[in-house]
């Protein structure tokens, strides 16, 4: 779809920020691409990540660096990203071949690895790796409850019932999967999942819970945790984001109506409540005035949906959007970006969960979705959900 006249205008009033915040894009990514290579970075410490693949080689955060590298060759043509992308998916095969590792997230770990490169090179390897996922993916669900299994059981802990919000941004594996082999089974699970979704775990003013806890005999109801956010009913903000960029995929991949609904009502939840923090969000929209915890991460997460709905609305709603995810990633740039390419990490302010001591630090999803973001803006990105 060609952008409209009224998404020009809205990005043309912040053309200069954009063009510039690119250019310390390409300077920054140069140097971190140089430095880190095909090593897999999460949260830097001191200015440095560590190879977070030695520590975990199935930490669900593994597979956005590459997904920055493959954005970034789209961009510029350099063959640097490429070659430390393709670096780090073989390095994941580790995980693939392990499986026990292996959760709910293996769309964040494959899609922006195996399936991207697939996308941009016809690599037949990395297709049967995207595959291969979809199908661990797919292996998770639950046909009497109708939902996909999140996470692994613990000690003490029988996880067979749990669903969470952030499966809706792995389903498009699923998506992938049945468009590439033409068969309707992966597509089925990923609609059924969200149905699931829509029923137990959005709320009717937009927000949504963090973890849902089903039987997983007949998917009745049984809990809904707080999460990663404040308390049970609150409203952890990067779990919206999963939430409104998620719904709006699936329309993407579907064009139900019910999803698109469903993407603008959390929409509207989401700009309304960032908007009272100046763009930057906070951790959790209903948590107490203090302390006051910001996550970027979820900024820039939700511009991307953000963005994604723009796509998927007439004219006249389109505007809106691009405005928002614009004012979102702006003052997340504004307040938190370091742009020193000396040292790792690009979008600060990220917070892993309410309670996390990992708050307001750089985290490399961050630093993913704001690329994404960014480079859509410019037309020079390539959609890999």
Partial sequence: ???????????????????????????????????????????????????????????????????????????????????????????????????????????????????????????????????????????????????????????????????????????????WASEETQDPRYRDIAIAHVDTVLRTTLRADGSANHIVILDPVDGTVLDKPGGQGFAEGSSWSRGQAWALYGMALSHRH????????????????????????GYVPLADFRAPAEPVVHDTTAAACAACGLLELAEAVDEHERRLYVEAAIRMLRASEQKFANWAPGEDGILGGGTVAYFSEEREVPIIYGDYFFIEGVLRLSGQDRHLW
């Fill in 254 to 277: 579907t064009r139900k109506s019910e999803y698109l609904d469903a993407a603008k009502r959390i929409a509207h939840y989401f700009i309304a409540n960032a908007a009272m923090t």
């Fill in 1 to 175: 779809m060609q952008p409209s006249n009224d998404k020009h205008a809205a990005i043309g009033e912040h053309r200069d920020w954009l063009d510039s915040t690119l250019d310390k894009l390409k300077v920054k990514m140069s140097a971190e691409c140089a430095r880190i290579g095909s090593g897999i970075p999460y949260i830097p410490a001191n200015g440095r990540y560590e190879d977070w693949g030695v520590r975990d080689i199935y930490w669900w955060t593994n597979g956005f660096w590459p997904g920055m590298l493959w954005q970034m060759h789209k961009a510029t043509g350099e063959t640097a990203y490429r070659a430390a992308a393709e670096e780090v998916e073989e390095r994941l095969d580790e995980a693939l071949l392990g499986f026990d590792g292996l959760h709910h997230d293996v769309g964040f770990m494959w899609l922006h690895t195996a399936v991207a490169n697939y996308r941009l090179t016809g690599s037949a390897r990395s297709r049967s790796r995207g595959l291969q996922a979809a199908s661990v993916l797919a292996g998770r669900y639950n046909p009497a409850g109708r939902f996909l299994r999140a996470w692994n059981d613990e000690p003490g802990n029988n996880r067979a019932g749990w669903m969470i919000v952030d499966c809706l941004m792995n389903v498009p594996l699923l998506y």
